[in-house]
């Protein structure tokens, strides 16, 4: 089943020596894509270098004061994410990492669904 994942690049915040929390929180920071889009995902999988070394599940996105600039010369806000569990990198992840325009990008992959929280 196609299921859509919200991959972030961590390239400039990542640190050899981050544990899982470290990490949570550059992931969960602004991000140059609407709430709306970012909602739609179940997952996110931050990427280094083109290679994925976390991801979660996605509870939800929301929008940050920080802002953004357009090709138009307007501005736009950036989106936080709310993380909820860690989850192992799949192999799929790692075979199909889009192209991460502004540091951010969604693609479809064909996963089993993530069952339904309590």
């Known amino acids: 089943m196609l299921c859509l994942i919200l991959f972030v690049s961590v ?15 550059w992931v ?4 140059a894509i609407t709430v709306s889009k970012a909602s739609e995902c179940e997952r996110v999988v931050a990427v280094k270098d083109g290679e994925p070394v ?3 599940r996605l509870r939800g996105a929301f929008p940050t004061d920080e802002t953004y600039a357009v090709s138009d010369g307007s501005s736009r806000y950036r989106t936080g994410l709310a993380l909820g569990e860690a989850l192992p990198i799949l192999p799929a992840y790692r075979s199909e990492v889009p192209h991460l325009r502004r540091g951010v990008a969604v693609a479809s992959l064909d996963l089993i669904p993530l069952p339904a929280e309590r």
């Open 11 to 25: 390239n400039q915040s990542f640190r050899d020596t981050f544990d899982l929390k470290q990490l949570e929180v």
């Open 28 to 31: 969960e920071r602004a991000w």
């Open 54 to 56: 976390a991801a979660w």
